[in-house]
């Protein structure tokens, strides 16, 4: 019976997918899979990437609100339901077991592999098209749940991206969705990833826009937005009202306090980069240390555990003792220390949170660098929380009155993680969306401003991104270089390229010009040595002289080359060095002088036009 097809594009579509279904052995996916595999041949583009938005969203803020839920837990056992007696041992004991048990996870369970924070996700978008290893979907979880969840002085946001980033990408890698969808995919899980760890959609959002998508060009947002929106919804409704980033108690904007906001930018942004210049240090120094990875791990988790013993708000991620100073406890966070053997006065608490601030770097820097895993959100939140309450108790005893305490606290959380992350725009609406402080938006970004020039100046690029864009391996807000940093040198080798020995005869020579369809040719020694080059131009005047004598050698007419490449320059620095010569074709050697190949100005022109359709398109 002939059937009569009545949408022919509908019918071309189902042929499609059954040869899709046939050619990558979809007989064996998941019923889900065979549906999405299925939606995808049957919507259009757009709205694929919404759905895809929604899943991968729901995904990556429920794997936020997982990890959360199990550090909270672990967290609130050790800190409340302990006899206070017993306090000080758990605070000996458990930092120390947290980045010593992570350690051991990394090289048991995972074979070492521990590339962790933002950086690594930015150079999976630059140099590796964007996938990430599946393993990360849970690896970051279950390293971060026992550094942070055992008392490691730093946060769980960075976890949370990059398990969300790995989401987004090995969902679009199944589905088999180019490199810009595969980014944009990518960026939507990271987004998910922060929004529900602060309930914040907008802040996930903008944290996309300044970190990871930074040189990426995109004109279609809207899987960012509802995977932001999908996961902020899944943490209001799973998490507890304890566990959620929340500040209710604040006062109005009065813009006579604009003097102390002002002030407040300049202090947040000089010690945004005292952090990070410890940050650097403690990361040298450990680095150098001559000892195994466990034995690193443990002399960090002392230095940590002393910490935590000497001041408890060192302890885990700080969040709680934020919301102290916002609610008026702040003898509280004394009671556990040394210090409550002093007297408590005004004097008394403000050492306290000096040396409290002063010893945060040090704290998560030994908490990550050791062996631990987690980032800078939470500890840059915390200090900038804690410095904006010091900064008020200042004000207040030389003399001055109405200080707005609870927003020097609020803004200054902002400044801070401005000025250590370069993230001013993620800084002001995660606090603003966190304090239902919308009216703060003012002194948030004067602060975050400030603070955020400060550290520009002192470093145009993240210190903790720097050597990796200064490798050219993430992308910058220069999109032409990134661009180019995407190209392999590797690629643009001829490695077929005309040999010929500097002492055969250019009678030899004009056999290959005649017989070969190659331009330049490199004269060689016999151990492959490069000895010099010979264009057609050098050539040509002997190859059409009759009286040209046939016992002259190569060595004769060969010039040096005005210039050689290496193997490890990148493309840019390669174009710089054709600009500079004047020429288009050069030669590459190694490091010993052997010949490898020609690389031809024109190819990388050609490939760089390409991708920049590509990226256009």
Known sequence: ???????????????????????????????????????????????FLVLSGILVGCTAGLAGVVLKTLVHTIHNFITHKVHFEYQILFYIVFPFLGIVLTTAIVLTLFKGQDRKGIGAILYEIAQNS????????????????VTVGLGGSAGLESPIAVTG??????????????????TLLLAAGATAGIASAFNAPIAGIMFAFEILLTGVVF?????????????SLLSRILLQEDVLFRFYTREPFNYKNVPYYLILGIVTGLYARYFVVISQKVEHFIKGLKLSRMRKAMFGGLVLSLLCVLFPPLFGEGYETVKAFTNGSTHSIIRNSFFRYFEIGDWTIIIFLVLVCLLKAFATSFTIFSGGNGGNFAPSLFAGGTVGYLFALVCQHIGFTDVPVTNLVLVGMAGAMSGVLYAPLTAIFLIAESSFGYDLFIPLMIVSIISYLIAKWFSPISPELES??????????????????????????????????ENASVTTLFEKVKNGNKNIFAAIDEA????????????????FN?????SMTVVQIMKAPP????????????LQIFDDTGVWNLPVTSENNDFIGFISKSSILMSYRQLLKEYSD
């Open 1 to 47: 019976m002939r059937v009569k097809i009545h949408n022919k594009k509908k019918y071309l579509s189902f042929l499609k997918f059954k040869r899709d279904f046939q050619e990558y052995g979809l007989e064996k996916a998941r019923s889900y899979e065979l549906i999405l595999h299925w939606l995808n041949n049957r919507l259009s583009r757009n709205q």
């Open 130 to 145: 964007s996938i990430v290893a599946s393993v990360k979907m849970y690896s970051q979880i279950i390293q971060s749940a």
């Open 165 to 182: 980033a790995a989401i987004g990408s090995n969902y679009a890698q199944t589905y088999r969705l180019s490199y810009k969808e595969r």
């Open 219 to 231: 004109t279609d947002f809207i899987p960012l937005v509802v995977a932001a929106v999908c996961g």
């Open 468 to 501: 990796l864009a200064d490798q050219g391996k993430i992308f910058t807000s220069k999109h032409d270089k990134n661009l180019l940093f995407a190209l392999k040198t590797e690629d643009f080798i001829d490695k077929y390229s005309e040999t010929i020995n």
């Open 528 to 543: 492959g040595k490069l000895k010099g080059i010979l264009t057609l131009d050098d050539i040509r005047p002997y190859l």
């Open 546 to 550: 009759k009286e040209t004598d046939s």
């Open 563 to 574: 210039a050689a490449i290496h193997r490890d320059n990148k493309p840019l620095e390669i």
